[in-house]
């Protein structure tokens, strides 16, 4: 081997060596965590209740009969605008109105039983005052037994006398209640708006509106000139709803335009205890929310599906960091659990456990991340407001979710290159 050979290996031996020990040292280096990094600045934040539910007028009524039959006249369609005690129907009257015709004869037989009695007991009176005069002026013609007798008869026909006028009064009551029974054949409208709903037609039989309520509703009659929008909200969201609230509806009908309304009554019971009794342990809890529309369009009909955002608090101005930024680690030994804030999720309070507080991760000149704990406010769309813990123009890892789950303190990190073109396209498909 000669001289030249032996130098040309030993420098391909150096070169090699060299190249290991700066991967050694490169794969020995702490790798750099790609991250987003933002800086701490004021916003305005909104916050905010999203929940669903139907359009309805403030003031309906369902229109049920009191007494069964057929119906022979239907004055009014459906659409119509009537008044409040305009005719809208009317129940075959035959049988109601042959009961008033029983009712009337029996209180005039009442009324001649009376008068029959009174005579009686009027005779009867008159006969005793008789015999004591006699027996007064002549004892040996009346004898005590007679008089006793007399007497008698006037208490028994003054008692007669007494139930013939209850019995007038009771046939007069039966007469009230058959031309009432009759008086409920004919319906009329209890207030004005437009009939919404009509469930009959003519010749259909009408039952008692005690025997179903669902099955006896005739009609609906509904006040349009103030409509409101019904909306469910969960029970961990209706304690920061207030009555005056403001709220952007969306009504799916008009999905090009909004609309504004106001908070006027929050239930004070659920809505699945109302209608199951009591709400199971596993079963959703929601309480309805009543909104008045702040004028609707004229095209808007009762139970249109509509959104409803209600506004719970407002701040402008205010210091304010992503949501997704905020995550919750140990004071004295940060773990690496998955602890972020998911996106649209309320903030956990502050002390979550013994140790447990929720912070963010501040980025140094050095580009390492140090947990800061920090207090927050409310929570806006994407942002909660900053009350303490950071100051304005601080840089914090504002994302992803997966990096601030794994992040550590004292961690090294950089900002994350922007997707590109083909990236943003698998994204997006």
Do not use: C, W
């Not at 005690?210 to 000139?225: P, Q, V």
Request: hydrophobic share 40%; proline share 3%.
């Amino acid at each position: 081997m000669t001289k030249g050979v032996k130098i040309g290996i030993a420098v391909v031996v150096v070169a090699a060596l060299s190249g290991l020990a700066f991967v050694g040292a490169k794969r020995s280096r702490p790798q750099a965590a790609e991250v987003r990094i933002e800086a701490v600045e004021a916003r305005d934040l909104v916050a905010s209740v999203t929940a669903s539910g139907k359009i309805q007028p403030r003031t309906k009524v369902d229109v049920s009969a009191d007494v069964t039959g057929k119906i022979v006249r239907l004055a009014v369609k459906e659409g119509d605008m009537v008044t409040r005690g305009q005719f809208l129907l009317q129940i075959d009257p035959e049988q109601p109105a042959a009961a008033v015709q029983r009712a009337e004869a029996a209180l005039a037989s009442a009324k001649a039983q009376e008068a029959q009695t009174r005579a009686n007991s009027i005779q009867a009176t008159r006969n005793y005052e008789r015999l004591r005069s006699i027996q007064s002026a002549t004892p040996t013609l009346v004898s005590v037994e007679e008089v006793e007798q007399a007497k008698t008869a006037t208490e028994v026909n003054a008692a007669q006398l007494e139930a013939a006028r209850y019995s007038v009064e009771q046939s007069n009551a039966n007469l009230r209640d058959a031309k009432q029974s009759l008086s409920r054949t004919t319906i009329v409208a209890p207030m004005s708006g437009k009939i919404t709903r009509l469930r009959v037609q003519e010749g259909e039989v009408a039952i008692m509106g005690t025997l179903n309520k669902d099955a006896a509703t005739l009609l609906t009659i509904a006040d349009l000139s103030v409509y409101e929008t019904k909306v469910r909200v969960d029970e961990t969201d209706v304690a920061r709803v207030k009555i005056g609230d403001s709220a952007v509806v969306q009504i799916d009908a008009f999905n090009d335009t909004t609309f504004y309304g106001r908070v006027v009554e929050i239930s004070n019971s659920s809505v699945s205890a109302t209608a199951s009794g009591a709400a199971s342990a596993d079963q959703a809890v929601d309480f309805e929310v009543k909104i008045e529309l702040i004028n609707p369009p004229v095209d808007t009909r009762p139970d249109f599906s509509a959104t409803a955002k209600i506004i719970t608090d407002t701040r402008l101005k205010v210091l304010s960091i992503p949501i997704i930024a905020l995550t919750v680690r140990e004071n004295e030994s940060l773990k690496t659990e998955d602890t972020a804030v998911a996106v649209g999720r309320a903030a956990p309070a502050k002390q979550i456990g013994r140790t447990d507080v929720e912070g963010v991760f501040v980025v140094g000149t050095d580009n390492k991340v140090t947990f800061r704990p920090v207090k927050v406010g409310i929570a806006g769309e994407r942002h909660f407001e900053v009350l303490s813990g950071i100051k304005a123009g601080e840089n914090i890892v504002a994302g992803t979710y997966q990096a601030i789950r794994d992040l550590k303190d004292g961690a090294l990190v950089r900002t994350a290159p922007p997707p590109t073109d083909a990236t943003a396209k698998g994204k997006t498909s």
